[in-house]
């Protein structure tokens, strides 16, 4: 993928065929996208988009490498895989889509409660404005920007603080940018610098990594918490 990146015009395609859910753009968990090729995530390290995948039949003979006449397995649907470099204009389906993942964690302000704090606080606590703030100030053109979960924790610090976290999950999604895991990284600092502007961050889990690369159809199924939310009659 590498060598065929360097060559590729800009309207050129790669086209790469691949058994049965050997790419690994469809799988449902990240079990079953590590036993794959992960063939998205190899081509995004090279600036590379998966723009499509489409069905093909095998025409030519299958024999393994060492020409011993034994023909290899495709599996029920073998797929063709067509990679473009990023024209801004290439859009992928979200079904093939390359994702990473991270947790930001948001301080509830004290007066959280009694509707003294300022409308945006509010906003980016209640859901309404934060994906806005990603979408809009923190990702490139091309880069989807979701948050399809989120959670309150109450924290004890060891020094008898006692307070509240709202959790957001948030995912980057390639639709006409690919997805690596060092972009993604910067694209989470420019969300926690823009977002601590408006609403404190908890400080212990500012700079984490982003997860590695995966296809979208594993974000739901992966999230292991849903929409627990605030409740401002809380104490």
């Known amino acids: 993928m590498s060598s065929a990146a360097t060559v590729l015009s800009p309207a050129g395609e790669i086209h790469v065929a691949l058994c049965d859910g050997q790419g690994g753009c469809s799988a449902r968990t990240l079990q079953e996208w590590r036993g794959s090729w992960t063939a998205s995530m190899l081509a995004a390290d090279n600036g590379l988009l998966l723009a499509r995948v489409f069905p093909y039949d095998a025409t030519y003979n299958l024999s393994s490498h060492r020409g011993v006449d034994r ?23 979200r079904d093939i889509q390359l994702c990473c993942r991270h947790e930001l964690h948001v301080v509830v302000p004290s007066n959280y409660n009694d509707g003294e704090d300022d409308t945006i606080s509010a906003g980016i606590l209640d859901g309404d404005i934060l994906r806005g703030i990603i979408q809009h100030r923190c990702v490139p053109d091309g880069i989807r920007a979701e948050v399809p979960a989120r959670k309150i924790v109450d924290v004890h610090d060891g020094d008898g603080s006692h307070y509240r976290v709202a959790v957001f999950l948030v995912a980057y999604c390639g639709e006409r940018h690919h997805v690596t895991r060092e972009l993604a990284d910067r694209w989470r600092e420019n969300v926690e610098l823009e977002v601590s502007r408006h609403v404190p961050l908890r400080e212990n889990r500012r700079g984490r990594t982003v997860s590695r690369p995966f296809p979208y159809p594993a974000l739901y199924p992966e999230i292991k918490y849903r929409h627990v939310w605030l409740d401002r009659t809380m104490s």
């Open 71 to 93: 023909p290899f397995k495709l599996g029920p649907n073998p797929m063709m895989h067509v990679f473009v470099k990023p024209n801004g204009i290439v859009e992928a389906p």
